[in-house]
């Protein structure tokens, strides 16, 4: 493989890396509350409310059935009145914020759920507020378990971010698609290929690692 | 302290509506400790989580120190649980913190400044002896101590009342003991009212001023444990009582071929309780008297002790006898009757060959 195409690579893993991580950012930030009020809301919950439950939740249904690629095409309006652009790496962060919150809201909102009831009975007991409960119980009762799911929607991302390719927003699925499969370059293929397992073993390592330490559940 | 006026609990579903609580009345003391007992499903959860409110009852009020919950908002029932502590069966620990954050937490939600915080804690600590586990997360300690880390929680905004969830059902003989010691000397010493729920009779027995038995809803007895201990009137409480105090025959004696009633040659096989209800202006309880002496010099009869022991109701003592009488019939009910005069319980459990 020449410089010229190692440059390429990196230039690519520098364009995932920069819609992957703003992407999750932003998806963990509406994400995060969305999967908070779903929570609560739930008619055995602290906050019951089933209109609020079940709009949001078949917002989120909707979003979440949309194949990527028809939602990024579908936003292409939406794109274009944030970014200014519908083309380009920073637009392809839009509609990857868009596929990524709603799963994130589902996972924070089943890691919130395995918060025991009894420790919310303690501290409604100990006459917290719901928002207390929320702040100072059940985040951080359930952070071990968010991190691992934020992990699973960080790949989730690297994979739909290859996609990105079609709105001309680059990365390493573009660069394999352009060069490994349409020139027939086999060894960016095998390359680009290479360095995405290498990333998500990365990812989700380092989501172990981090869950691992804020679990402490099982300390000996 | 506490006072429940005709405080029910429906809970109602499609299948059919649940009446977990029926109108119920029940009034606990300044500076008691009252139990509550009953088998799972009685209803005793319910009860005692209307007395803080985390069960809104569907009809009744609720008085805990002269302030109707029944009648509060949600922000100032959040105020009055600051002077109700609740401890658990599960603990309900929080397990992100550490022993010193756990105890920390009630302070931290009323807006304590953190110096005082810790101060606090600290003193709480000390109160259960935990202050070298401060560090440890709940993960890290045995069941006793993380009760102990419940029990300086509930203490930590100083309440009036602390109702207790079966706060000793999950813990192994041991250590419920000194939990309940633990529970005596904080009622003790702090004056503190404490309303429990347990399925235990042991526990009770153990550190109860009054208690109340509870079946499908309803409160069924009610009186100082003494009274329920030694009278029980209904078949639960019987069955209750029973569990403490079951009289063990042993096995050479030959119970299947027992009758009710004197044969010749037979032996009485009978329980006798000497009680001590702590009132000296009552009439002699018998545990003063040399009573089996006496009925062996009075009516000529043999009194084969087969098994005696003294226990403790709360402070109070009380001491059981397993004897064999015999003689002939007419002596036998003599003995019986001088018993009986004398202030013993007495149990007939029937004659053997």
Redesign the interface.
């Known amino acids: 493989m020449s410089d010229n195409m190692i440059d390429l690579l990196m230039k690519s893993l520098g364009e995932t890396c920069y819609m992957v991580l703003i992407a999750i950012v932003l998806a963990t930030l509406i994400g995060l509350p969305l999967g908070v009020i779903l929570t609560v809301t739930r008619k055995d919950h602290i906050m019951p409310n089933s209109l609020v439950h079940n709009v949001l939740g078949a917002i989120v249904n909707a979003t979440r059935s949309t194949p990527f690629i028809i939602l990024m095409v579908a936003i292409i309006p939406l794109t274009r009145m944030i970014v200014g652009s519908s083309i380009g790496t920073t637009a392809a962060i839009v509609p990857l914020t868009i596929t990524a919150a709603p799963f994130i809201a589902r996972v924070i909102e089943s890691s919130l759920l395995e918060v025991?009831r009894?420790?919310i009975?303690?501290?409604?007991?100990?006459?917290?507020?719901p928002l207390?409960i929320i702040g100072?119980?059940m985040l951080?009762?359930s952070?071990?378990s968010i991190v691992l799911g934020i992990t699973l929607a960080l790949i989730a991302l690297i994979g739909a971010s290859a996609m990105a390719g079609a709105l001309g927003g680059g990365g390493l699925g573009d660069l394999a698609i352009r060069y490994g499969y349409q020139r027939f370059q086999m060894d960016v293929m095998i390359a680009t290929v290479v360095v995405l397992i290498i990333m998500v073993q990365g990812v989700q390592t380092v989501g172990n690692m981090l869950s691992r330490k804020?679990n402490?559940?099982?300390?000996? | 302290m506490i006072k429940l006026v005709n405080v029910e609990k429906t809970y109602f579903s499609k299948a059919g509506n649940i009446e977990a609580l029926k109108k119920t009345n029940i009034e606990v003391r300044q500076g008691e400790i009252f139990g509550i007992i009953g088998l799972s499903g009685a209803g005793k959860s319910t009860l005692i989580r209307c007395i803080?409110m985390?069960e809104v009852p569907t009809g009744g009020q609720v008085f805990v120190d002269g302030q109707e919950l029944t009648a509060m908002s949600e922000a100032q029932?959040?105020?009055?649980?600051?002077n109700?502590?609740?401890i658990?069966q599960?603990f309900?620990?929080?397990?992100?913190?550490t022993v010193f954050d756990n105890v920390a937490?009630?302070l931290?939600?009323?807006g304590m400044p953190k110096d005082k915080i810790a101060e606090r804690v600290g003193e709480l600590l000390d109160l259960v002896q935990l202050r070298d586990r401060a560090d440890y997360?709940?993960?890290?300690l045995s069941g006793g101590q993380k009760q102990r880390v419940g029990i300086a929680?509930a203490l930590a905004?100083n309440p009036k009342v602390l109702?207790s969830d079966e706060a000793t059902s999950a813990l192994d003989p041991q250590t419920t003991k000194s939990i309940l010691q633990l529970l005596r000397d904080i009622n003790k010493r702090l004056n503190l009212t404490i309303v429990m729920i347990t399925h235990q009779m042991e526990v009770v027995k153990e550190i109860c001023d009054r208690v109340a038995v509870i079946e499908n809803g309803v409160i069924i007895e009610e009186g100082s444990m003494y009274k329920v201990f030694t009278e029980p009137q209904e078949e639960t409480t019987k069955e209750f009582v029973k569990t403490v105090n079951d009289i063990k025959i042993p096995p050479m004696i030959d119970t299947e071929s027992m009758k009710q009633n004197y044969f010749p040659g037979s032996r009485l096989l009978a329980n006798l309780t000497f009680l001590d209800s702590g009132d000296r202006q009552e009439k002699s309880t018998g545990a003063d008297q040399p009573l089996v002496s006496a009925i062996i010099k009075r009516f000529g009869v043999d009194v084969n002790i087969i098994s005696g022991k003294v226990d403790y109701l709360k402070d109070l003592p009380y001491g059981t006898l397993l004897v064999e009488i015999m003689g002939d019939e007419k002596s036998i009910a003599d003995s019986l009757r001088y018993i009986r005069e004398a202030g013993v319980k007495l149990e007939v459990i029937g004659y053997v060959g």
């Not at chain 1, 009975?121 to 507020?129: K, L, N, R, V």
């Not at chain 2, 029932?77 to 600051?82: G, T, Y």
């Not at chain 2, 309900?92 to 913190?97: D, I, V």
């Open positions: 025991d009894g420790v009975e303690a501290a409604q007991s100990m006459g917290a507020s207390q100072k119980v951080p009762e952070l071990h804020l402490k559940n099982k300390l000996s | 803080n985390l029932l959040r105020k009055a649980r600051q109700i502590g609740m658990f599960h309900n620990l929080l397990a992100s913190r937490f009630p931290e939600i009323q997360y709940p993960s890290q929680r905004s109702l």
